[in-house]
T-cell receptor, first 116, second 115 residues
Framework: AQTVTQSQPEMSVQEAETVTLSCTYD???????LFWYKQPPSRQMILVIR??????QNATENRFSVNFQKAAKSFSLKISDSQLGDAAMYFC?????????????FGKGTKLSVKP | GAVVSQHPSRVICKSGTSVKIECRSL??????MFWYRQFPKQSLMLMAT?????????EQGVEKDKFLINHASLTLSTLTVTSAHPEDSSFYIC???????????FGDGTRLSIL
């Protein structure tokens, strides 16, 4: 079974600075998807960024980028120029490629605080 | 695009009551919908996966007679918590995808409180 581990329960960053959230996972599959979701206090899950395992290039979405190390099974999220609105719980998630289920496996989350 | 509406957003009811939560995909057809449960300060745990027109697939440890899932159309799935008790109090979140391998879009969640 696949597992996702986020070793940082809480992180803090100064506004305008850069922060990196860690995520490791365990799988025997070669093809899969990895995601970072943001859950603000409003509780809605918002997709931040997505990475296909077969792509070597790291995904980037504006101020958000990932460092995907497939051999190390590591998938960290870097937030540049942090903003107050980035404060939220961040969940790393795994999903198998193919198959009929497609369900997400979440890590326990990292609570990010942004200091003004 | 890809909006998922979940209703109600909050429910407070007495023990023994059955509660129905709706999850609707507003601007796309969702062949697959997922129901998650989230305890305070914890991650989302998948409860079940529902595919339109077929029976839901429940995760281990989730009572299918307790948590009834119906996915009768391509835009609507419902979760009914039958004879709810205080231990069922939690945050329930649905997500929907056009197919199992497409990105999931989440609803806003339902805060269920059983007194």
């Amino acid at each position: 079974a696949q597992t996702v581990t986020q070793s940082q329960p809480e992180m803090s960053v100064q506004e305008a600075e850069t922060v990196t959230l860690s995520c490791t996972y365990d799988t025997s599959e070669s093809d899969y998807y990895l995601f970072w979701y943001k859950q603000p206090p409003s509780r809605q899950m918002i997709l931040v960024i997505r990475q296909e395992a077969y792509k070597q290039q790291n995904a980037t979405e504006n101020r958000f980028s990932v460092n995907f190390q497939k051999a190390a099974k590591s998938f960290s999220l870097k937030i540049s120029d942090s903003q107050l609105g980035d404060a939220a719980m961040y969940f790393c998630a795994y999903r198998s490629y193919g198959g009929s289920q497609g369900n997400l496996i979440f890590g326990k989350g990292t609570k990010l605080s942004v200091k003004p | 695009g890809a909006v998922v509406s979940q209703h109600p957003s909050r429910v407070i009811c007495k023990s023994g009551t059955s509660v129905k939560i709706e999850c609707r995909s507003l601007d796309f057809q969702a062949t697959t919908m997922f129901w998650y449960r989230q305890f305070p300060k914890q991650s989302l745990m998948l409860m079940a996966t529902s595919n339109e027109g077929s029976k839901a697939t429940y995760e281990q440890g989730v009572e299918k007679d307790k948590f009834l899932i119906n996915h009768a159309s391509l835009t609507l799935s419902t979760l009914t918590v039958t004879s709810a008790h205080p231990e069922d109090s939690s945050f329930y979140i649905c997500s929907a995808a056009s197919t199992a391998n497409q990105p999931q879009h989440f609803g806003d969640g339902t805060r269920l409180s059983i007194l």
